[in-house]
């Protein structure tokens, strides 16, 4: 290591500033929550238990979409079907649930779970075994589960206990933190702390960066890819089984826009679209900020429709100030890149 | 016998890349891999390391078959690879990249202190680190499984020279303590110097094995090209017919002046049309920065470069290539459309250069295609997609594709790089066709000897200055090196001498 690369250091040790550096986005991403947050506050002084309740319950199914397509796309895939996943999740639930006490539907909810766990896995089953890109077989897929969700309930009905819906809006402590958070945070941390620390988490990670070179290291790339796309699964059945908490009825439609904007949430978050490259809590605070910013654009008094264009713009003038501090670094002399060996 | 294949053989849909691979390699020697670009060669290794799976033949491991679906049951095996081509996982840390083979710290840390690794941050992501540090972390990591095979694919074609012989180091005392030693390499003195003996591949099968100790380098070249192009090598010296050259009027072709950019320090240098000027550098001495420059991939900081005389700014290679400088880079894959047919590659600068938006001319178009692929000898069985070339060839594309739209100024860098002899001497017949006929070309290669076969010229670059010049007479490997380890203009004077 030279000088020059050591002095542009910030204070703090030189491991301090990479976490930092390696993790800006992120931190980015939390730090245009809070002032998304403080703005919202600033325009509805009264900011209380109740909106951030109604905020969670709004957030919670596209942060589950955000997870689901977190984990496909780290892993180097990606998949178009996770909103008529999350369609067919919610349909079937409200369908079934309707009538019954609540026992019967958890039993339903851990049924639906595992079915959404094999529509993901065959995703990537197909993907893998056909050599078709997972871009068009999910795409194919998402009309296949679009038709099944209008063929198990043809328009909006059905519907679950009321104890259900408390799982995401009612609040086991305080009323400022409502169980869809609990819920949220549990079913993450269930999934992903184990995944984080062992090799199945590398391989993952392994495989969205660089598949050859995965391959090689000695990574089971095939399984692996089947892995992420069947958590992918079961995370969007997780969204369905939240759409139905947060609206109380099944509906075959509602689920399809969560595919782009659970994109658009991971974009967001500062998951790379090329894979290999970002984490989860991102992706979630992200899908809190895309449902903030509309409900503050109705408070504001701003024609609702103009929501669509702001959050469009918010979308890329994030990615464009996280795509500048690469250049950024670029432009500086890159005196160790080249000497490296030859230095040390 | 340690390892043996016999008849190998992989093929691609139609495209043979290796018909009948035979290769036997003992216990406690260093063997060679060689052949022309495309003969089969990496193939073999990638049969040997599980990478793909043979369509036929056999795999032999102490007499026993054995078959390898991954790398890693080759690993286990006791078969370990350092490919050609870096294959740590960029975004993860080294360490990561460790766990993933299962490698402990305990296992790699001898091996990081013999190749002399030991101050690299192994937190680092692979991404963030030079490409010879990565190709040599690559083999300390192989090291430390302990295979009883070592195969080593082109791995000196990155590395500079000190580096080159950490890894020599390494293979003598892998053979030492009885174990084996695949080298693949194109650097005919390095093979001889380092290896036992040597497997030559032609074609995509095994035509000979050479005993290095006793056989001459001509046995090898001829078993690699074969009988009928065999007549055809020339000695070393005859590429360049250095007596036309000076017919040609020499005016300044490029003029740099106080150039700085990155690490390059205050750099100026004329170079003449019709002459070949070669730029000698270890790894990392500013000659990357000089090419990026002089190309128009960036903006220098301060200095000037002159056209013809006239001052120019390249603002982006678009610039630069209307000036008439034309680079071919050392990477293939940065310069090729990979997908698309040799044809559309050649084409490509022309049909932007037109000035009129309608169709192309495809009957003029192919004619002046037709004749630089005729010039470099381009072998275009596979032509439908340039990906499907073999190294050797997807570089004469980037060269033909310059030579179909016409430029003053040729710019390469390390133009020869992992390519077979036969393949650099064709291209550098050209580099001094072109100069005849009164081009210029700026040359940067690696490869040292080659600087007196091809260049009128030499200037030597270290630590971002140009500390040397040297006539092609004077431009020994010995004072090249010399120099280019920066021991000073007179003690390279005095090694030439």
């Known amino acids: ?344 | 016998m340690l390892l043996e294949t016999r008849g190998l053989s992989k093929n691609y849909g139609a495209v043979v890349a290796l018909s009948s691979g035979d290769l036997s390699v003992q216990a406690g020697e260093i063997h060679a891999l060689m052949g022309a670009n495309g003969a089969g060669k990496s193939t073999l290794v990638k049969l040997l390391t599980g990478d793909v799976t043979p369509n036929a033949g056999v795999i032999l491991l102490d007499g026993r078959e054995v078959r390898f679906p991954s790398p890693a049951s080759a690993r286990k095996a006791g078969l370990a690879s350092v490919y050609q081509d870096v294959s740590l996982v960029p975004l993860l840390t080294i360490v990561q990249n460790l766990r993933l083979t299962g490698t402990t710290m305990e296992a790699i840390r001898p091996w990081l202190e013999e190749l002399e690794l030991e101050d690299v941050d192994l937190t680092e992501l692979a991404r963030d680190l030079p490409t010879p540090t990565l190709h040599l972390l690559d083999l300390a990591q192989a090291l430390a499984s302990m295979p009883r095979v070592l195969i080593l694919d082109e791995v000196t074609a990155t590395l500079p020279a000190d580096l080159s012989e950490r890894v020599f180091r390494v293979a003598r005392r892998w053979r030492s303590e009885g174990r084996s030693v695949v080298v693949i390499s194109h650097r005919m003195t390095e093979v001889k110097a380092l290896c036992d003996r040597a497997t030559v591949l032609r074609d995509g099968a095994t035509v000979g094995v050479v005993d290095l100790e006793s056989s001459g380098q001509e046995e090898i070249v001829s078993l690699m090209l074969g009988p009928e192009a065999a007549s055809v090598v020339v000695s070393e010296g005859s590429v360049a017919d250095r007596e036309k050259v000076s017919k040609v009027d020499r005016r300044p072709a490029v003029e740099v002046r106080g150039l700085r950019s990155g690490i390059l320090q205050d750099v100026s240098f004329t170079l003449q049309r019709g002459e070949v000027l070669g730029i000698v550098a270890l790894e990392g001495q500013g000659q990357a920065d000089l090419f990026e420059c002089l190309s128009g991939n960036r903006r220098p900081a301060a200095g000037e470069i002159l056209v013809e005389g006239k001052a120019r700014r390249f603002r982006h290679p678009h610039d630069a290539i209307g000036a008439g400088l034309v680079l071919v880079p050392a990477d293939r894959a940065l310069a090729l459309l990979r997908q698309r047919s040799v044809l559309e590659n050649i084409a490509l600068p022309m049909v932007n250069r037109l000035r009129n938006w309608g169709l192309i001319n495809s009957g003029s178009e192919r004619r002046r295609v037709k004749s630089a692929i005729d010039r470099l000898e381009i072998d275009t069985r596979a032509q439908s997609r340039v990906m499907r070339l073999s190294g050797g060839n997807q570089q004469k594309v980037t060269i033909a594709r310059w030579l179909a739209t016409g430029f003053m100024t040729l710019l390469c860098f390390d133009p020869t790089r992992g390519i077979d002899i036969r393949t650099k001497e064709q291209i550098y017949k050209v580099l001094r066709e072109l100069a005849a006929s009164g081009s210029a070309v700026l040359l940067f290669t690696s490869e040292m000897p080659e600087i007196q076969l091809a260049c009128d010229r030499a200037l030597v670059m270290y630590g971002g200055r140009v500390v040397a010049e040297l006539s092609a007479h004077d431009a020994t490997e010995a004072a090249l090196l010399r120099a280019a380890h920066g021991l000073g203009r007179a003690a390279a004077a005095e090694a030439a001498s």
Request: aromatic share 6%.
């Open chain 1, 1 to 344: 290591m030279s000088a020059a690369a050591t002095a542009g250091r910030p204070p703090g040790g030189p491991r301090f500033g990479r976490l930092l550096r390696r993790n800006a986005w992120t931190l980015g991403t939390y730090a245009l929550f809070v002032a998304v947050m403080i703005f919202t506050i600033s325009i509805h002084p009264d900011y209380g238990p109740f909106e951030v309740q109604s905020l969670v319950v709004g957030a919670l199914p596209l942060a589950f979409a955000a997870v689901a397509q977190t984990c496909v796309v780290l892993g180097g895939g990606i998949d178009l079907s996770i909103g008529a996943m999350m369609a067919v999740a919610n349909v079937l639930a409200a369908r079934y649930m309707l009538g019954h006490d609540f026992q019967t539907a958890l039993l339903i909810s851990v049924a639906v779970l595992f079915g959404g766990t094999l529509a993901g896995a065959l995703n990537g089953l197909i993907a893998l075994r056909t050599k078709v890109p997972d871009i068009v077989v999910t795409l194919a897929m998402s009309f296949v589960w679009g038709g099944v969700a209008l063929l198990i309930l043809p328009k909006p009905g059905g519907g679950a206990p009321d104890k259900f819906g408390e799982l995401a809006s009612g609040s086991l402590f305080t009323p400022w933190i409502p169980n869809g958070i609990l819920l949220l945070v549990g079913v993450v941390a269930l999934v992903w702390i184990p995944l984080r620390f062992r090799g199945l988490g590398l391989a993952l990670y392994a495989i969205g960066s660089d598949r050859t070179a995965a391959f090689r290291r000695g990574v089971r790339v095939g399984p692996t890819r089947v892995f992420s796309d069947a958590l992918g699964g079961f995370l969007a059945a997780c969204g369905g089984l939240a759409l139905l908490m947060s609206t109380g009825i099944g509906s075959p439609l509602a689920g399809t826009i969560y595919t782009l904007s659970g994109v658009s949430a991971i974009v967001l978050g500062g998951v790379s679209l090329a894979g290999g490259r970002g984490g989860v809590t991102g992706p979630i605070v992200a899908a809190f900020v895309l449902t903030l910013v509309p409900a503050d654009l109705i408070l504001s008094g701003t024609d609702p429709n103009l929501g669509q264009v702001i959050q469009g713009v918010l979308i890329v003038l994030v990615v464009m100030a996280g795509g500048l501090a690469p250049l950024l670094r670029r432009r500086a002399p890159r005196t160790t890149d080249e000497t490296g060996v030859a230095a040390a």
